[in-house]
Every structure is written in structure tokens, then in C-alpha cells.
């Protein structure tokens, strides 16, 4: 007689999202009110109005800040669960002087531990997109390669093409990428395995696949950074910005006792006393 199957446990159910967090990062979508007042008034105005309260050794920090960085390498993160995770990537990315880091929230939105990031967030330039289609569209636009990230895949981190700028998609802790978002891209990488272990945790390899990248892109271009001359002013002004409290009301008074000064000191003439 056949011997009876015994019951198999039902799957584990997809864990739920998790709920908004109070304490994690907010990115927004768009520029802020600083990039805002720096598009209004131009880096010059801002830096000037501000230079007097940034100490020479500062400056000088913001300065060497600006010219390790390095915008041809990006990290894409999609759909990540645990805000931990978000955090730590923003972390390194910031660590390893990477301009930018692009965030997909098809079915969850971003969140990031603050006290995993420690502000390095203010430092970077986060962008957030509805879909991974309309994210690598926007990539390849800017003219980098894309990749998304899986086992087994044929390319491998330490060999892939760096003569352009690259991009590399992270996927979520539970499932992965989606296969749409993995067709989206030019190709996909992985990083070399020798144990059993079949993959690394999110912020993992996120870290060991960013820094390899940012070194072999680095070597390619025989410079630490690559931010154009504009784009480092432009920065300054912000980062400026950053680091003194309450930066945009002051300049808008500044800016506002300046042209009072400008009306009151100009000549009347006699037919408009």
C-alpha cells in the first residue's frame, strides 16, 4: 500500500509592506528650497552672501568634497523593503564620493533609516522614479549603460565595460528584480561567489559592487571626480548652504536689504521726485 504523503506547510506569505517610518529620510521629489534660491539668484550670489559664515577650513573640506566626485557611476535601488537597507546604501554610495542615487518605488516607497545615514542624504543627489522603465530610459539618456544585478549572470563586476558611465540596478531583499525591470537594462552583472551562500545581503552588495566600479571608473578616467566645472559651482552653493543654519531666510533678507539699499541710493529725477 502506498504510504501517504504528509501535509506540506503553505508558502510563506509575501512579507507586508512596511509602514511609514517617522524617523526615516524623506527624499523629495524635485528641487528643494535651496536649489530652488540658487536657480533664482545664482551660485555667485549665494556663495558671496554666504562665505562669511563658512570658516576657511570647512570650505576647504567642501572643496576637496567636490573635486572626488564622481557622477559617471550610479546605484539603482528598487522597491527596498527595509529602511536599514536604504540607509546603508545611501551611506556608501556618499562614502565612496558618488554624485547621485536613483530610487524606483513601484509597489514601495523609499525610506531611510536616519540614523544609519547621518545626514550624508543633504550630500547627494537622490532622484525618485514611479518605474524602472522610465528610470533606465532616463539613464540611457544620459548616456550610461545599465545593468541589473543577478546570480549567475554573464557579465561579472570586475570585468564589465567602465569606458562609459554605468549604472547598476539593485533589487528588492525579498524578491529580487523583476524580470521587466532586468529586460530594461543593457545587461546583467554579478559578483563573484566562492562559498554556498547564493547572494549577499542589499547594502552589500551594493557596497562591493559601487566601490569596484568607482575605483575601475576612476582609473579610466585618470581623475578622482568628474563633476563639471558648473556642476562643482553650483554644489558649492549648496553644499554652503548646508552647512549654515537657517542659510535661505538669511540670504532672501540679505538680498532684500541689498535692493532696498539699491532703490533708496538711486537719483531722483525732478519729474518723478
Keep these: 500500500m502506498r504510504k501517504a504523503r504528509p501535509p506540506q506547510p503553505s508558502p510563506a506569505p509575501r512579507a507586508p509592506a512596511p509602514a511609514d517610518d517617522p524617523d526615516a529620510v524623506v527624499v523629495p521629489r524635485g528641487p528643494d528650497a535651496i536649489d530652488r534660491m540658487i536657480a533664482r539668484l545664482g551660485p555667485d550670489a549665494v556663495i558671496a552672501a554666504l562665505a562669511p559664515y563658512v570658516t576657511a577650513e570647512r570650505a576647504a573640506r567642501i572643496d576637496a568634497v567636490l573635486a572626488a566626485r564622481l557622477a559617471s557611476v550610479v546605484g539603482v535601488v528598487e522597491d527596498v523593503y ?63 549603460a545599465v545593468y541589473a544585478t543577478a546570480p549567475g549572470a554573464t557579465h561579472q563586476i570586475d570585468t564589465v565595460d567602465v569606458s562609459r558611465p554605468i549604472a547598476v540596478v539593485f533589487g528588492n531583499e525579498h524578491a529580487g528584480l523583476p524580470a521587466a525591470t532586468v529586460a530594461a537594462c543593457d545587461g546583467a552583472i554579478s559578483l563573484p561567489m566562492h562559498g554556498f551562500t547564493q547572494s549577499f ?36 552653493a549648496r553644499w554652503f548652504a548646508l552647512k549654515v543654519r537657517g542659510a535661505v531666510g538669511m540670504i532672501e533678507r540679505i538680498v532684500a536689504g541689498e535692493t532696498h539699499a539699491s532703490v533708496a541710493t538711486q537719483p531722483h529725477s525732478r519729474d518723478n521726485p
Design 82 to 144: 527595509d529602511p536599514f537597507n536604504g540607509a546603508a546604501v545611501i551611506r556608501t554610495s556618499e562614502a565612496l564620493g558618488l554624485h547621485g542615487l536613483h530610487v524606483i518605488e513601484t509597489g514601495l516607497r523609499f525610506q531611510a533609516a536616519k540614523g544609519i545615514t547621518r545626514g550624508c542624504h543633504r550630500w547627494m543627489q537622490l532622484e525618485r522614479w514611479p518605474g524602472a522603465a522610465a528610470c533606465v530610459d532616463a539613464l540611457h539618456a544620459r548616456g550610461f
Design 201 to 236: 545581503n542589499l547594502s552589500v552588495s551594493a557596497a562591493l559592487a559601487l566601490a569596484q566600479l568607482a575605483s575601475r571608473r576612476r582609473a579610466h578616467l585618470g581623475a578622482i571626480g568628474d563633476l563639471t566645472p558648473t556642476q562643482i559651482h553650483t554644489l558649492r
